[in-house]
């Protein structure tokens, strides 16, 4: 069951940009991105402040529409987690130079390798959180503290993904609660 949350000022559009996993554990292909997903043509952050991107499994274990679907699998190791813009993407390595909007990441117990300085949860025990999430919905001061563990295993009604309604007010470019950006408030 994976998902993507995005939060952001209602009608922000979101065509140009990208959400991509980035592989951390020093003892695979560190920077390979593992994991990518690119806006269509006028997707725009929803009435209520969301979009929401899922598999099938998540949209049937929670209940939910996403409003993107996508069929890979996001990375299930450490990894960096970003939304980008799609033109800085050069190849299938993250190069450092990508135009990074907002990042987070999650390690498990071995050496890894973060990047665009993104804030780190983990490990968990042994193992990469199952889950990371906003402590709250849109605040980002690009640390540890922004943000919670999510757990499949603890509360569904606290993971529970919301999607995106309505376009709401039309804006140009990004724009979100975080200085004009938008966040990932939770990556599962």
Do not use: C, H, M, W
Not at 81 to 95: E, P, R
Not at 136 to 153: H, M, N, P, Q, R
Request: glycine fraction near 14%; proline fraction near 4%; charged fraction near 20%.
């Amino acid at each position: 069951s994976e998902y993507v949350e995005l939060f952001g000022v209602p009608g922000t559009l979101l065509e140009g940009y990208s959400f991509i996993s980035i592989e951390g554990n020093d003892n695979r292909n560190v920077g390979d991105i593992e994991f990518r997903f690119d806006f269509d043509a006028g997707v725009r952050i929803g009435g209520n402040g969301f979009y929401l991107i899922a598999n099938q499994t998540a949209q049937d274990e929670y209940g939910v529409t996403a409003n993107a679907t996508f069929t890979a699998s996001i990375e299930n190791s450490s990894a960096t987690y970003a939304l980008v813009k799609t033109s800085s993407i050069n190849g299938s390595d993250a190069t450092g130079d990508e135009e990074v909007v907002d990042a987070v990441a999650s390690f498990d117990n071995t050496p890894s390798t973060g990047f665009f300085g993104a804030p780190v949860l983990g490990p968990d025990g042994n193992f990469f959180p199952a889950g990371l999430g906003r402590v709250e919905d849109g605040v980002d001061t690009d640390t540890a503290a922004d943000l919670k563990i999510l757990s499949f295993f603890n509360s569904k009604t606290e993971n529970t993904p919301t999607p995106g309604t309505g376009e709401g007010v039309v804006e140009e470019g990004l724009g979100g609660a975080n200085g004009g950006d938008p966040t990932i408030v939770s990556a599962i």
